[in-house]
C-alpha cells in the first residue's frame, strides 16, 4: 500500500489527491492518481479510508483481475452495488442478482443480446440515429454553443427502449416521463461508501425515490402489457423482451399461461431489467459518442481514416448511406478502422469499473508472488487505471485505433496484452448489453462522421460560467464525472459545422 498513518489510514493522502483534482471528478481517477504518486508500488494495492469505507484492494493489472472475474474464480459483486441499483431497479436486476437466481435470468435475456439478433434490429436502430444526425444538422444550422452529451443520451435511451420493448420514447423530440424519474433518480442512488452524508442524510431523498419508482413502474408496466398483448397476435415479433419471455414460457415458468395477461414474477424482474437496461445502456453509449467525436477531431488524420473506410463500404452518397446499412446490416462488420476507433476511445475513457465484494482465503497474487487477501475488502478493478497503465499500453496516452487492428496492419509493438481492455468487463458477469452498445456506436459513427466537424467549447463554456477552482484532470478539460456512470464533464459543450 501507499505509506500510511496509523492514525489517518490514507485520509491525508486521498484529501491530498483530491485538492489537485476538479471537485466533480470521477472517483475512477483515483488509482492512476496514485500510481502517478507511487510509481514502484505495483498495480494492485490497499487503500485505508476507514471509518468511511471498506478497506479497498485496487487492482490495475489484468492478470489478477482474471483470478476473480472468470468463471471459476468468481467473486461475488460487492454490497454497495445493489445499495446503489435498489433505488433504480428494485434490485431484481441482472447486476444485482446472484447465484441460480441470475443464472436463470442472464439465459433468458442472452438471445436478445446476441450479435446475430442485434443484427436484425439494426433498421431500427438506423431509424432512431437518422433523426438524432437531423437534430446534429439544425444544431449546425443554428451555430450555437450546445451540450453534446444531451443529445447522445436521448438518442441511446429511444434505441434501447425500441430494441427492448419496440417502444417509441421519443426522447430526441420531448421528455418522457418515466426516462425523466430514472435520471431524476441518480442523484439519490448511493453506493454507500460515500465520504459526503448531506445527501444521504437529507429528508426528502426517500419521498423522491418512492415517486420516481412509482413513475417508472406505472410507465414500464404498461409497455410491458402491451407489448405481451402484441406478441399473442404476432409471434414473428422479436424485441428483446419478446424473446426473454419466449425463453420464460418454454421452461414451463408461466403460471398465467392462457389467463390474458402477463405473469407477475416475469413482470417484477422485466421491469428490473428495463430499468437497467436503459440506465446502463445509455451510460456506456452515449458517453462513448461524445469522446469518439472528441477525439476524431482532435486527431485529424484519424479522421480522414475513419471518413475514407465509411465511404468504401456505405459509398460516396452520405444521403442513401442509411437505407444501404438498413438493406445490408453485415456492412457494419467491414467498418474495421470504425471499431478500432469506439474501442480506443473506450481505453481512454471507460465509462464503468468492477467492484466486487472479498472473500474469507480468497487470495490474489500478482506476477511477483506478493499476496493479496480480500476478506473484507472492496476488490476494486479500476478499468481507468488498468487503461492508463504504461505497463500495458506502450504511448499509452495516445490516441491510437491501430491498436485494435490485425497484426497484419499494426506494428508489434502496439500489439494489447490478452485482457488488458475491458471496458464493458471480461467473463461470466460481463456486461450482457456490449454488442448492442457496440452496433448503436458504430451506426452514429458510420452516418454521421462524414456530414459534420465538431468542435469542443470548453473555453467558450467558461466564460459565460466562469467555473471555480480545478477544471482539468492531468490536463485534460474534458473529464469525467460521476453521473451513475462516468460522464463528460459540463455535458461536453460542443460546436458543429455542417461539411
Given amino acids: 500500500m501507499p505509506p500510511h498513518n496509523i492514525i489517518f489510514g490514507h485520509l491525508g493522502l486521498i484529501a491530498g489527491i483530491q485538492k489537485g483534482l476538479p471537485a466533480d471528478a470521477h472517483g475512477h481517477y483515483l488509482a492512476d492518481q496514485i500510481r502517478q504518486r507511487y510509481p514502484s508500488l505495483g498495480s494492485t494495492f490497499y487503500v485505508d479510508l476507514w471509518p468511511f469505507s471498506d ?39 441482472l447486476n444485482c442478482l446472484d447465484g441460480e437466481t441470475w443464472k436463470f435470468w442472464r439465459r433468458l435475456f442472452n438471445p436478445g443480446f446476441s450479435a446475430a439478433h442485434i443484427q436484425t434490429l439494426v433498421p431500427t436502430i438506423v431509424e432512431e440515429v437518422a433523426v438524432f444526425r437531423q437534430d446534429l444538422f439544425h444544431r449546425a444550422r443554428d451555430g450555437k454553443m450546445f451540450s453534446f452529451e444531451e443529445h447522445t443520451l436521448s438518442l441511446s435511451i429511444d434505441v ?42 437529507n429528508p426528502m431523498r426517500y419521498f423522491h425515490m418512492w415517486n420516481n419508482r412509482r413513475i417508472m413502474d406505472k410507465y414500464i408496466d ?15 415479433s422479436k424485441t428483446i423482451v419478446d424473446l426473454a419471455l419466449a425463453g420464460y414460457k418454454s421452461k414451463g415458468s408461466d403460471t398465467n ?5 402477463i405473469d407477475a414474477v416475469f413482470r417484477k424482474y422485466a421491469r428490473s431489467q428495463m430499468k437497467v437496461f436503459i440506465f446502463a445502456g445509455h451510460d456506456a453509449a452515449s458517453t462513448t459518442m461524445c469522446y ?51 474501442k480506443e476511445t473506450l481505453r481512454l475513457f471507460p465509462v464503468v469499473s468492477a467492484a466486487r465484494g472479498g472473500l474469507k482465503n480468497f487470495i490474489l497474487t ?6 493479496f487477501p480480500t476478506e473484507h475488502c472492496l476488490v476494486w478493478a479500476v478499468h481507468h487505471g488498468l487503461h492508463h497503465n504504461s505497463l500495458w499500453w506502450p504511448r499509452v496516452n495516445e490516441f491510437i485505433p491501430e491498436r485494435f487492428l490485425t497484426d497484419q496492419e499494426r506494428p508489434e509493438e502496439l500489439r494489447p496484452k490478452k485482457s488488458a481492455w475491458r471496458p464493458f468487463e471480461l467473463g461470466p458477469r460481463a456486461c450482457i448489453g456490449t454488442e448492442l452498445a457496440m452496433t448503436e456506436m458504430k451506426i452514429v459513427l458510420a452516418l454521421t462522421v462524414r456530414d459534420l466537424d465538431l468542435k469542443e467549447a470548453f473555453e467558450e463554456w467558461d466564460r459565460t460560467n466562469k467555473p471555480k477552482g480545478v477544471k482539468t484532470v492531468d490536463g485534460e478539460r474534458a473529464y469525467q464525472v460521476q453521473l451513475g456512470s462516468a460522464h463528460p464533464v459540463d455535458g461536453f459543450p460542443v460546436r458543429i459545422v455542417a461539411r
Fill in 292 to 342: 469518439c467525436w472528441l477525439l476524431l477531431s482532435r486527431n485529424p488524420q484519424a479522421m480522414a481514416k475513419i471518413r475514407a473506410e465509411i465511404e468504401s463500404v456505405l459509398g460516396p452518397k452520405k444521403d442513401q448511406a442509411a437505407s444501404i446499412l438498413s438493406n445490408d446490416p453485415s456492412l457494419l462488420n467491414r467498418l474495421t478502422y470504425t471499431l478500432a476507433v469506439i
Fill in 222 to 236: 404498461r409497455d410491458l402489457d402491451e407489448r405481451y398483448g402484441t406478441r399473442k397476435g404476432d409471434s414473428k
Fill in 160 to 201: 434501447i427502449g425500441r430494441v427492448a420493448l419496440d417502444t417509441k420514447l421519443n426522447t430526441q423530440g420531448q421528455p418522457s416521463p418515466w426516462i425523466s424519474a430514472l435520471l431524476h433518480q441518480r442523484q439519490w442512488a448511493a453506493f454507500g461508501l460515500e465520504m459526503g452524508i448531506w445527501m444521504l442524510i
Fill in 366 to 371: 500478482d506476477s511477483t508472488g506478493q499476496r
Fill in 55 to 93: 478497506p479497498m484492494l485496487m487492482v490495475t493489472d489484468p492478470d489478477v483481475i482474471a483470478q476473480f472475474s472468470t468463471a471459476d474464480h468468481l467473486l461475488p459483486k460487492h454490497p454497495g452495488i445493489k445499495t446503489f441499483l435498489y433505488p433504480i431497479t428494485g434490485g431484481f436486476d
Fill in 257 to 261: 399461461q392462457g389467463k390474458g395477461q
